[in-house]
């Protein structure tokens, strides 16, 4: 079974994400934004990073990239789609996920391990988990912040695709622990018809060894794998 | 009457008949705007070149030493490790975002150029007190530039220092290290060979950014005046330079690049140059086929322009092709400049003619240098021998709490918490601690840095200072596990014109030297930053030391400051002398004192301290070397990050702050056997509930000491982080 | 008609998404001691294309709103001809 | 004299500093086959100050350009009333 991991000019998270999944048994190959056909893959992830700079809004332009059209091709045919940090602007301008990211509430770039709370399990990036599972992993982004209308977020809330929420090391969801001012403590989302593609803001990738400082994300990659190798 | 052109670009009369004898004739405007910048104190070290010698540069292990674009050191298993140190200060005062951002930009240049990628970056830095807006503006506009390029670029930022002092109001310092990995046989040189061989020009094009500008601006002093005299500010732009990184990297991977050399100050004059005289050849320069951003520029704004993101390759004819592909599957530009002769003269053409044709060696050969006069500064003694009054007993606790507060010694997280410093899963042990250390993939090695500097000490004697900081920084590797490799120091001084600054730095050097010797670390690069004056006023002699250390194999846990649990001993090991206090934190902060003379460091002492810390990181938990704030800050920040209090055994509130060098904290199971026989080693006490308790001398509560140290610095800057 | 065509665009976020530009600038300038309701941060972004047909021109710029320059979802976005 | 005050500050980098958000972007309209010569950035800030004379506020309004929205060093500012 393969993964493909999306590479944009600007990205630099795709080593990482290789990396990491490479620990978990996966067959990873990277591929290059302009090169297109990714029929031979089971899964895709868009890793974090810079694509295009930044420049004019987070992953507007990457949205265009021909290898885009293939990320939409295997969301529709339910195969997982994961977008990291990064990645998740770009599912969000591309309308594979609902909402958008802006510029943190304090306008800093913050790096730090945060906590998130599991919110279902009905995802491919939690199937492994269990709802109210506290995880500890690495943010690393100035644009983390998810805005939505209200109607969009509740759509969200009453189809269960809020996967992820910050929180404080007990689970408790609450305004000192949402540390860019995401709407609804939001951290990850599932979207797509089948609820296969999920934007996450924190870096599971970056949570795999102990001796990086936690282990926690293995799950997250573990479930999207085992979705993945269950995917029609 | 004008001034003449010599003059008005900075140039002495005899620098310019120099140059007429080197020519046999009057320069051309763009041969001597050439010089110009080429001579200059920032391109030449003509003041500094003649001393430099006296630092130790060799080791079994050195690949490049100084005068390369990067030390290069041999690490073992086929990998080389690049680093390199460089200042950005004048630029980062004129508009600290962007000249932050392009300062990042510029050393990670240095560092692919001479084939590596580069994977960390530590910032050193120094501004005046944060009472004050103009340094807060200045303090997190330098910060959110470093974070803006290094971040976006994907270089992970580990750590880095900072200090708060009044002689950087109007000069702060900006010191990027960088260091990045290659496999042995990717090392590339600048030495262009073959003639035929083409230069192709990649990356952003060229503007009027710092015309004669980071050059001239780092080769004087600054006031008024000068402001006129300010080029066009540079704008960083991290995303073609990562495209850059990566196009670079692939065309040494096929190996289609036979040397290549970063435009920095100088621009194109500078590289197509340095790449001729490395290789003993000249080069031919077509001006007209460079990328213009703005399109009517003369021939010597061409060739000066210090616009960023830009590299010169040198290219096998049959190659062109294939290179010009790489840059476009990365999406920048690339376009044929240049052909390299045998004839060993650069010339220059632009629009059918030719406007210099002068010998390539000559701009940085024939550069002048200079023995400028030194003088011990007169009112040295006078301030030396005013050493800090101790006074008899001191309330532990509330010493504690003002040094806690200081934001030297606060907590940096505001900073580093703003860098990607996780990049490339290589973090082991990230800032926060003492030194950072990076996991070498494929390999059971760590490579650890740690950049200090103490521009108080340096200028109470430079010599002493200069030597301590090389101590502390060998330390701060050892607790990590590391043994000393390497060493790149950053020379920020004043006004080399006054001998009093020439002085400063000699004795700084001699400092330097001596504990490298000592030390056995030899010293692979390294820059001066002169004419840190600003109104007449120097800031303090600012030596930093940017020291790299190897674990092989790096312990399986190492240490780190969060890692103590109630019950586990703490040890001191090192001399304990209750006498260092000129130019400590105690004396600076609690007594509002800063004369006297330090303490020397002794050699002996500090080796064997390095080769204990280094063995005991495969055995304790924690280990902290004491610097700013001694034994109690130490332990403080040990216990604030593993949320536990601590009692200790004290009866002198002395040797509480003293900051006697080459001494660290070890926190282990009680039953751990320390094996240290030559060394005092003292059990300070345990941990364990939730003040830090000194005995009878005073006592803090844990949650309050750690309130007071993670908030000095965002109270300050208004962050409501 | 040999004139380039240069058009203003101007983007502003929705009057009911987040502006945290905005509020901490005016959270800035209170402590800086002016007295400001509100500050919103938008982007202006100048176009400039070849001369031709200006009302083509236009047209084109609304479609680069559309399909580049602006996200709906978040912004509105306006077009001046200069 | 009881409507709030509203300003446009307009925020344009000077025509010689860089601007590589523009210059990329004008690099992804040609890749969307539009012909576009040139891009350049800026940033438009509403600020809105409660009612009271007009020309102090804008007066103010200059200030806080020179003092914070704007840099001087590398960008131009124009303030217009609403
Ligand atoms: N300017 C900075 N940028 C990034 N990290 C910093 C900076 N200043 C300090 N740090 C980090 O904070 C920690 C404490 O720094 P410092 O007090 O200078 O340590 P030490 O006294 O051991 O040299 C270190 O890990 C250091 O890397
Ligand atoms: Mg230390």
């Not at chain 1, 977020?153 to 949402?178: H, I």
């Not at chain 2, 435009?263 to 001729?276: H, K, W």
Request: charged share 25%; proline share 6%.
């Amino acid at each position: 079974m393969r993964i493909a991991v999306a590479l944009f000019p600007g990205t630099n998270c795709e080593h990482d994400v290789e990396y990491a999944l490479g620990l978990l048994g996966a067959d990873v190959e990277i591929v290059w934004h302009r090169e297109g056909d990714l029929s031979d893959f089971a899964g895709v992830v868009l890793p974090g990073g810079f694509a295009h700079g930044d420049y004019l809004r987070t992953g507007a332009i990457a949205r265009f990239s021909p290898i885009m059209d293939e990320v939409a091709r295997l969301a529709k045919e339910g195969r997982p789609v994961l977008g990291i940090c990064n990645g998740f602007q770009i599912l969000c301008e591309a309308d594979l996920l609902p909402g958008a990211l802006i510029a943190n509430r304090d306008l800093d770039f913050i790096c730090k391990p945060v906590h998130v709370r599991v919110e279902t399990t009905d995802s491919v990036l939690t199937r492994r988990a269990e709802v109210g599972m506290v995880l500890r992993i690495p943010l690393n982004s100035y644009e983390g912040n998810f805005v939505a209308d209200e109607a969009t977020l509740d759509a969200l809330e009453a189809r269960g695709r809020v996967v992820l929420r910050y929180c404080d090391p007990d689970g408790n969801v609450t305004d000192e622990a949402n540390p860019n001012g995401s709407a609804r403590n939001i951290a990850a989302i599932a979207g797509g018809v089948h609820g296969n593609v999920v934007g996450i803001m924190p870096h599971p990738e970056r949570a795999v060894e102990e001796i990086l400082g936690s282990a926690d994300g293995r799950v997250l990659l573990e479930s999207f794998l085992e979705a993945a190798e269950e995917a029609p | 009457m004008t001034e003449p052109l010599h003059r008005r670009l900075g140039m002495t009369d005899d620098e310019y008949r120099r140059v007429v004898e080197l020519l046999g004739r009057e320069p051309e405007a763009a041969e001597l705007a050439m010089y110009s910048v080429m001579w200059s104190e920032h391109c030449s070290y003509k003041s500094s070149r003649p001393w430099l010698g006296r630092l130790p540069t060799e080791a079994p292990w050195v690949v490049l030493g100084p005068g390369e674009n990067a030390g290069v050191v041999d690490i073992g298993d086929g990998w080389l490790v690049a680093l390199r140190i460089e200042s950005h200060n004048h630029p980062s005062f004129v508009e600290p975002y962007q000249g932050a951002a392009t300062g990042v930009g510029g050393i990670l240049r240095d560092i692919f150029t001479v084939g590596a990628r580069p994977v960390a970056l530590w910032d050193a830095l120094r501004f005046g007190p944060l009472d004050e807006p103009r340094n807060r503006y200045l303090f997190s506009g330098v910060v959110r530039g470093i974070a803006g390029y290094g971040n976006a670029v994907g270089v992970p930022t580990l750590g880095g220092e900072v200090e708060f002092h009044d002689r950087f109001s109007k000069n702060p310092l900006v010191n990027v290290m960088a260091l990045g990995l290659l496999q042995r046989d990717r090392l590339v040189t600048r030495a262009a060979a073959g003639a035929g061989n083409v230069a192709i020009l990649l990356g952003a094009a060229t503007g009027r950014d710092g015309i004669g500008g980071a050059s001239i601006l780092a080769s004087a002093s600054f006031d008024e005046a000068s402001a006129e005299k300010r080029p066009s500010v540079q704008i960083g732009d991290p995303f073609e330079e990562k495209k850059l990184i990566e196009a670079c990297l692939e065309l040494y991977d096929r190996g289609l690049v036979v040397a290549i050399q970063d435009l920095g100050a100088a621009g194109i004059s500078c590289a197509a140059s340095e790449c001729a005289a490395a290789g003993g050849m000249g080069m031919v320069v077509e001006l007209d086929a460079v990328h213009l951003r703005e399109p009517d520029m003369t021939p010597a704004e061409v060739l000066m322009s210090e616009s960023q993101e830009r590299m010169l390759a040198i290219v096998a004819p049959e190659d062109v092709d294939e290179v010009l592909a790489v840059a476009d599957k990365w999406e920048i530009d690339a376009r044929r400049i240049g052909v390299v002769t045998t004839d060993r003269d650069l010339v220059v053409r632009h629009r059918g003619e030719e406007v210099a044709r002068i010998p390539a060696a000559s701009l940085s050969e024939d550069a002048p240098a200079y023995r400028r006069p030194r003088r011990r500064p007169a009112d040295l003694d006078e301030i030396q021998d005013d050493g800090p009054v101790l006074p008899d007993a001191v309330d532990v606790g509330e010493a504690l709490r003002l040094l806690l507060d200081d934001p030297a010694l606060a907590s940096k997280a505001w900073i580093y918490e703003q860098y990607d410093h996780m990049l490339y899963l290589g973090t082991v042990v990230g800032p926060g601690n003492d030194g950072s250390l990076l996991r070498v993939e494929g390999t059971r090695k760590g490579l650890a840095v740690s950049t200090d500097g103490d521009a108080l000490r340096c200028f109470l004697d430079p010599r002493r200072g200069a030597a301590r900081i090389v101590h502390e920084a060998a330390l701060n590797v050892a607790v990590t596990g590391a043994r000393p490799l390497a060493v790149v120091d950053n020379l920020n001084f004043g006004n080399p014109e006054k001998p009093e600054v020439m002085w400063q730095f000699v004795e700084t050097l001699e400092g330097l030297a001596a504990a490298c010797e000592e030390l056995g670390v030899p010293v692979v690069g390294g820059n001066v930053s002169f004419y840190n004056e600003t109104d007449g006023v120097d800031i303090y002699p600012t030596p930093v030391v940017g020291m790299l250390g190897l674990c092989d194999p790096m312990p399986e846990l190492p240490p780190r400051l969060d890692r103590a649990r109630p019950g586990m001993a703490i040890w001191l090991v090192g001399p304990e002398r209750g006498d260092d206090f000129a130019g400590s934190a105690f004396a600076r902060v609690v007594l509002d004192h800063r004369r006297g003379r330090p303490r020397d460091v002794d050699g002996d002492v500090g080796r064997r301290a390095v080769s204990h810390a280094a063995r005991l990181a495969h055995l304790a938990p924690v280990l902290h070397d004491c610097s700013a704030g001694g034994v109690a800050v130490a332990l403080a920040e040990i216990c604030i990050l593993s949320g536990v209090g601590a009692d200790v055994v004290a009866d002198d509130w002395r040797l509480l702050f003293d900051e006697a060098p080459h001494r660290f904290l070890v926190v282990a199971d009680p039953d751990l056997d320390l094996e240290v026989d030559d060394l005092p080693t003292r059990r300070l006490g345990t941990v364990g509930g939730d003040r830090l308790v000194f005995g009878d001398l005073g006592s803090l509560d844990l949650a309050e000491a750690a309130t007071r140290w993670r908030a000095a610095i965002p109270r300050r800057v208004g962050s409501a982080r | 008609m040999s004139e380039p065509l240069r058009f203003r665009v101007r983007i502003l976020r929705k009057p009911e998404i987040a502006d945290p530009e905005g509020a901490t600038t005016a959270r800035a300038l209170r402590d800086l001691g002016y007295d400001v309701v509100e500050v919103r941060f938008g982007r202006e972004i100048l176009v400039e294309l070849p001369p031709g047909d200006a009302d083509e021109a236009e047209a084109a710029v609304h479609e680069m709103c559309e399909r580049l320059l602006a996200n709906p979802i978040i912004e509105d976005y306006d077009v001046e001809r200069l």
